[in-house]
Structures are given as C-alpha cells and as structure tokens.
C-alpha cells in the first residue's frame, strides 16, 4: 500500500484508508493470507518496497504465492524509478493481483 498515494481528490489519508479496506476485503474474500517476513513489523502489510524487497533477499525464501496490491498505480513510482528492483520484487511471486481497477474509488464504494 502506499500512504502518499492519492485516489481521485481524497486527501492522502483517506486514499490510504480506502487502499487498506478494498485490499483487506479482497484477501479475505478470496482466502489469501498475509506472508509475515519480519516478526517485528508493526502491520501485516508494506508501505515502503524496498523494504519488502529487503525482507524477501534476507529470509532467502522460495516464491510466494501472491503480491497483493491496490492497484499498480501505488507502485508505479518505484517501478519507474526502480526497474529493476522492481522485476526482482516481482520475482519473488508466483502473480501480482491488482485489486482495484484504474478508476477512483468513493469512500462509500470501500465499505
């Protein structure tokens, strides 16, 4: 998920909270549960890719099912800035789920 991603003109917080709900619900519907890499991260969740890609490379650990995401658009600033980190973060997941659809979601949508 990412906290500084803005969906439509909600302010930040709210595009986050929608973020974390539609995804919430999308894993629990579809009986996906979250891989924990680190015992000591606060959420079961990354906000931050490089660290998810840092995880991944010290627990050495063979390919996980899924990479659940919001929409590829919270990630779209790594993947331009990061290419290649990105293929390798993909690398890691047998697929990349794109829970969301390219239009905005309103905050009544998300419950």
Not at 41 to 49: A, L, N, R
Not at 93 to 105: H, K, L, M, Y
Request: charged residues 20%; glycine residues 4%.
């Amino acid at each position: 998920m990412n906290p500084n991603y803005k969906i439509g003109d909600l302010h930040t917080d709210e595009s986050f909270a929608i973020q974390k709900i539609v995804t919430d619900r999308y894993m629990e519907e579809n009986n996906i549960s979250p891989v924990i890499l680190n015992p000591y991260q606060i959420h079961p969740y990354y906000t931050i890719p490089h660290e998810l890609l840092s995880n991944l490379q010290s627990k050495k650990t063979g390919q996980i099912d899924c990479l659940v995401l919001h929409s590829l658009e919270t990630i779209e600033r790594f993947n331009y800035i990061y290419p290649e980190k990105w293929l390798e973060l993909c690398g890691y997941f047998n697929g990349i789920i794109s829970v969301a659809t390219q239009t905005p979601v309103r905050k009544y949508e998300a419950r």
